[in-house]
């Protein structure tokens, strides 16, 4: 295809300011489907993922292509969360412009500087859509002021800061060249397509030199097996064409499929040429970051610098008297095994094997981590794993660990709330601002150490309605030890299962995590104590029977309901001598010994 009828663009924003909303009207707009066809009824097409659809957030990024007056348009969608940014780091570099998506109510949030920073260091060219224009505290002006700010702080150079902006609202597929009056018009994105067209360049890749190009994805299909996804360097690939990876010279593949976007799915052509998006098969040993070239070229080209995980997870087969009951897949090799083909596509990830058949995992945040591991439990997986714990560094001779930039957005109702708890966790308050007259923004710098449970316990104490992000900018000291802020648990004393009379007299010292009925085991934590300590407690203790009776004295034990966790929560309750307990059927807390005696000659030996 000629150059001059393709772009390469990246959609890129901060988390659920409205991304994959506005593809899901590129792809209805410009005919990818039938009238009749059931994605033109659905949202968030792109998100096909099951826990993408379950959380809300792109996980993965993903390529797709639509056509619009005779330009082909790869769109390459890409995660919005911090714990993700891996992801955009190596896909950005297939694209030659990007589409900055912002808020009109929330402004460039901390993933809006991130990506953005990652695309000017590329020299993309940028396309800002102010999105959500119709929210009921929407402040255009403000947020184009602040986007406008963020630009001059960011640009390197000075074509940087020549960026054009449109309106939008994603949800309805409508946007606007001009800020508009009335927003009770037809859908129509057509003025963001003809500013794709115009504003972003078409690829000016080398199409007469030798064929060279940098594997940015992996993707895998069951009948033609694993694909190489990159956008073309130089040349022309063609099939049965023959190829190296150029550090290894010594085996020689022969391309057997090449794959271009079409819509969402692809399209077999017997030939590709530089500047496209492809989809290669043959190259079996291929992996991100490595370049496949004509035999005898050994240079490779410059991948993308991914940034480091600040946190890390040891994971074990699972040892609780439980163990094997609910999954089919737990011993030490067959995690492993899962583990290093994770790290394939996950470059965000960092593996190390430890003693006793355990590995320690290091990722991007408490999300990242959660993400790896329910998707583990899915697959059939058992294991346990210990608190999430930061990584550090020395710099400049000192051990330092890393800091974040916490934004928080709230109802006012809940201000004092958010600064009670940050002020706990050695936050420092950067900044205070109102979003609306209803909802203000609190800006902290904190160590990410303390950070650890920090999204569950707001979303708890607000009702879950604070919107949290959180951005990585650097390391420090090691600042001041943590009090522990958690209060201590209730642990199961014997085995069998739970009785309604003894949850009722646990649910006397604090709360309970489990139903009546539930087996539980010694060294189970089945809720959590009002009180500092930890404290053992038989819930499996029924009430004495006697030869007395009268009206009241059986009678029906209200209990009130369990708490539930979800995986992530979890992750931020485990405390330093507690294991959680992964299947795919349950999650627990269990004390690392279970019995009492070993607890005790435990503590004494700390």
Do not use: W
């Amino acid at each position: 295809m000629d150059q001059l009828k393709i772009r390469n663009v990246a959609v890129i924003a901060h988390v659920d300011h409205g991304k994959t909303t506005l593809i899901d009207a590129f792809l209805k707009q410009t005919h990818v489907f039938r009238a009749n066809e059931e994605e033109m009824t659905e949202v968030c097409i792109l998100d096909s993922n099951e826990l993408e659809r379950e959380k809300g957030i792109t996980i993965l990024a993903k390529n797709i292509a639509i056509k619009y007056k005779g330009i082909k348009i790869n769109i390459i969608d890409t995660p919005g969360h911090a714990d993700f940014s891996g992801e955009v780091e190596r896909t950005l570099g297939m694209a030659d412009g990007a589409l900055l998506i912002i808020d009109a109510q929330e402004g460039p949030m901390p993933q809006t500087r991130f990506v953005l920073k990652k695309a000017l260091e590329l020299n993309l060219k940028i396309i800002v859509v102010i999105n959500k224009i119709d929210k009921p505290f929407a402040r255009i002006s403000e947020t184009l002021a602040k986007t406008n700010d963020l630009f001059l702080e960011l640009a390197t150079e000075n074509q940087h800061l020549e960026f054009s902006v449109l309106f939008a609202v994603g949800r309805d597929g409508k946007v606007f060249k001009e800020l508009p009056q009335d927003i009770s018009v037809p859908a129509d994105v057509t003025p963001l397509l003809d500013e794709i067209i115009g504003q972003i360049p078409a690829p000016t890749n080398d199409t007469a030199g030798p064929f060279k190009m940098l594997i940015s994805s992996l993707d895998y299909n069951l009948h033609t097996g694993r694909i190489l996804v990159g956008k073309i360097f130089r040349g022309k690939l063609a099939m049965g064409q023959k190829v190296n990876l150029t550090h290894d010279q010594n085996t020689t593949y022969l391309i057997d499929g090449i794959y271009i976007s079409d819509g969402l799915t692809r399209k077999a052509v017997t030939e590709a040429f530089a500047g496209d998006i492809v989809g290669v098969t043959g190259v079996a040993e291929g992996n991100i970051g490595q370049t496949i070239a004509e035999p005898g070229d050994t240079e490779s080209l410059p991948s993308s610098v991914i940034s480091e995980p600040t946190l890390r997870i040891d994971i074990g087969p699972n040892s609780s008297p439980f163990s094997g009951q609910e999954g089919q897949l737990g011993t030490s090799r067959q995690i492993e095994e899962r583990l290093k083909k994770e790290l394939e596509t996950n470059l965000s990830l960092r593996l190390e094997k430890i003693s006793g058949g355990r590995f320690r995992v290091a990722g991007r945040g408490e999300l990242h981590l959660a993400i790896l591991l329910e998707t583990l439990r899915r697959e059939g997986f058992e294991m346990e794993v210990g608190r999430p714990e930061v990584i550090t560094k020395t710099v400049a001779g000192q051990v330092s660990e890393p800091y974040e930039e916490v934004t928080i957005i709230v109802l006012n109702a809940y201000q004092g709330t958010i600064i009670q708890e940050m002020g706990k966790r050695q936050g420092e308050m950067l900044k205070m601002e109102p979003v609306s007259d209803q909802e203000i923004k609190l800006v902290y710098k904190i160590p990410t150490r303390t950070t650890i449970g920090l999204r569950g316990v707001l979303m708890t104490n607000t009702k879950g309605l604070a919107t949290l992000s959180s951005e990585l900018i650097g390391f420090e000291p090691i600042g001041e030890i943590l009090p522990k802020i958690r209060t201590g648990v209730l642990i199961a004393s014997e085995n069998g299962p739970a009785i309604a009379y003894g949850l009722n007299a646990a649910q006397g010292r604090g709360i309970t995590f489990i139903d009546p009925g539930v087996n539980v085991y010694e060294g189970m934590i089945i809720g959590q104590n009002s009180k500092e300590e930890d404290i053992e407690i038989n819930v499996n203790k029924g009430k004495k029977l006697s030869n007395m009776r009268s009206k009241t004295s059986d009678g029906i034990i209200q209990l009130v309901p369990p708490l539930k966790f979800s995986l992530e929560q979890s992750l931020g309750f485990v405390e330093n001598d507690e294991l959680l307990e992964i299947t795919p059927k349950s999650l627990r807390f269990r004390k690392k010994f279970l019995t009492a005696l070993d607890r005790r000659r435990q503590s004494r030996m700390a």
